[in-house]
T-cell receptor, first 113, second 115 residues
Framework: DGGITQSPKYLFRKEGQNVTLSCEQN?????MYWYRQDPGQGLRLIYY???????QKGDIAEGYSVSREKKESFPLTVTSAQKNPTAFYLC????????????FGNGTRLTVT | AQTVTQSQPEMSVQEAETVTLSCTYD???????LFWYKQPPSRQMILVIR??????QNATENRFSVNFQKAAKSFSLKISDSQLGDAAMYFC????????????FGTGTRLTIIP
């Protein structure tokens, strides 16, 4: 079955370390997205990519970086510059067709201590 | 900029009853899509229903229906015959058809079903 795989489900890191969250999709979708979810704040867009080798900052890009070297993959790096990295991170993808909805992965819970 | 507002952080409903979740939005675009997503305790985001702004007819999916008021920029979700499995966070979302491909979400409404 087609879908989006995020790994790992839980991730623990020490403060000051960079960490990369994986996101892979086999839906043949052109566009991919990273959202951060915090209690009471809904989903906030970090980065998105509409095509390979191109991506745009979302609303809260500071302290994060991404790459899009392959259509299937859109890894997110949480750098040490991100002040409050502990959160639930959701990856999503969609077809580049008007009105197509987002399909989501199961998320990664990152805890930084 | 586009915004989505859900003013009800929490709602509850008796099993088998009907409940309506509110959503208002703001966008300068004339053509856009609106969505309702459900996030159960598993935290998997599930698409509930989709509405195109150009269509006046309200979308329905089984027990789920919307009341889309374009002039008022309102997009409420009605759940009929509520079931225990409907307990979840519900998010309203908006994407414009032109320009950027950003899907903007509201802050969510936590729905509790009372047996």
């Amino acid at each position: 079955d087609g879908g989006i795989t995020q790994s790992p489900k839980y991730l623990f890191r020490k403060e000051g370390q960079n960490v990369t969250l994986s996101c892979e999709q086999n839906l043949n979708h052109d566009a991919m997205y990273w959202y951060r979810q915090d209690p009471g704040q809904g989903l906030r867009l970090i980065y998105y990519s509409q095509i390979v080798n191109d991506f745009q900052k979302g609303d809260i890009a500071e302290g994060y970086s991404v790459s899009r070297e392959k259509k299937e993959s859109f890894p997110l790096t949480v750098t040490s510059a991100q002040k409050n990295p502990t959160a639930f991170y959701l990856c999503a993808s969609r077809q580049a067709v008007t009105g197509s909805p987002l399909h989501f992965g199961n998320g990664t819970r990152l805890t930084v201590t | 900029a586009q915004t989505v507002t859900q003013s009800q952080p929490e709602m509850s409903v008796q099993e088998a009853e009907t409940v309506t979740l509110s959503c208002t939005y703001d966008t300068s675009e004339s053509d856009y899509y609106l969505f309702w997503y459900k996030q159960p305790p598993s935290r998997q985001m599930i698409l509930v229903i989709r509405q195109e702004a150009y269509k006046q007819q309200n979308a329905t999916e089984n027990r789920f229906s919307v009341n889309f008021q374009k002039a008022a920029k309102s997009f409420s979700l009605k759940i009929s015959d509520s079931q225990l499995g409907d307990a979840a966070m519900y998010f309203c979302a908006l994407i414009s058809n032109f320009g950027n491909e950003k899907l903007t979400f509201g802050t969510g409404t936590r729905l509790t079903i009372i047996p």
